[in-house]
């Protein structure tokens, strides 16, 4: 079994697509992928699809559902070359055509899709599994930063973000709960890919980040960490001036969007910047005021 939800949806089965059209199905098995090989409650598939608001038919219907899913594992396993039959053999050993022996041992879908303690359970036989791939690598790029290996951290990282296809569960239909989980996916994201630009800055990668950062920092309006790396990526560039407008308009859009001031860390930053005098991008910005150790958009070495 194959699962992607860091983009569309996809579930795959013996090299078979087994995500319905419809888009309630396909909301539950959503539901199921996410919470692959664990027990995903009735009652929970029910909130996901009805948003709090069950009709009286909700465990039936729900029921109906894990049966059109079933259906198409199903299909998806009759696709299994392993699941085959073997074809006999004359005494010379030379296959002999439309005779075959019994059919091999394979799961059913309700070994793959199983009744369970009151809800249901994906089961993935260890198949792969993007979102923890993902985590793996990020926590091996995480553990590498902390270790001071920024040129792993980078590599880990990025393999762990080139994992991502889009927004995750692009096309399917997003209740609370799924809406709760692409919101908590979106910010892991977020967090692996601030601490590559990270990495990648302590590398003095600073003009190849320049393109990638000029479009973040026009997605995420009010982000700080990524506007901070923005910044001295500039200002290592020998565009200080620009910098320090990057700065300004954030501090435009926080003021006037959501009615505050830019976090210390980053006016502090700022203000590094201005002291820096003539710029010499290659080298560590001078005068900087000592800042947090947990504060890393503000470090600029």
């Known amino acids: 079994m194959e699962i992607r939800v860091l983009g569309s949806l996809g579930v795959q089965i013996c090299g078979v697509s087994v995500v319905p059209t419809a888009p309630k199905p396909r909301q539950v098995l959503a539901l199921l992928a996410l919470r692959a090989d664990q027990v995903v409650p009735a009652g929970a598939l029910a909130e996901e699809l009805w948003s709090g608001r069950p009709p009286r038919s909700a465990r039936t219907t729900v029921q109906t559902y894990v049966l059109q899913l079933r259906d198409l594992i199903d299909r998806a396993l009759a696709h299994d070359p392993d699941a085959d039959t073997d074809t006999e053999t004359d005494t010379d050993g030379a296959a002999v055509p439309g005779r075959s022996t019994a059919r091999k041992e394979c799961p059913g879908a309700k070994e793959v899709l199983v009744t369970s303690a009151g809800g249901y359970r994906l089961n993935t036989g260890d198949g792969q599994v993007d979102l923890r791939d993902f985590e ?138 201005l002291l820096a005098g003539p710029e010499r991008p290659e080298q560590e910005l001078p005068g900087a005021a000592p800042l947090p150790t947990d504060s890393r958009l503000s470090r600029v070495g």
């Open 136 to 273: 793996r690598l990020a926590g091996l790029g995480y553990r590498a930063m902390d270790g001071g290996d920024f040129p792993l951290a980078a590599r880990q990282l990025g393999e762990a973000l080139a994992l991502w296809r889009g927004p995750a569960l692009a096309d399917v239909p997003l209740g609370g709960q799924l809406a709760v989980e692409a919101k908590r996916l979106e910010e892991t994201r977020l967090c692996a890919l601030d601490q590559r630009i990270e990495a990648d800055l302590r590398l003095g990668r600073h003009r190849v980040l320049l393109a990638e950062l000029t479009v973040l920092v026009d997605r995420y309006r009010t982000h700080e960490s990524l506007h901070g790396q923005y910044m001295i990526a500039l200002h290592r560039s020998g565009r200080r001036g620009e910098a320090l407008e990057a700065y300004q308009r954030l501090r435009n859009t926080l003021v006037r969007e959501l009615g505050m001031e830019p976090s210390a860390g980053l006016r502090r930053l700022q203000r590094s910047i």
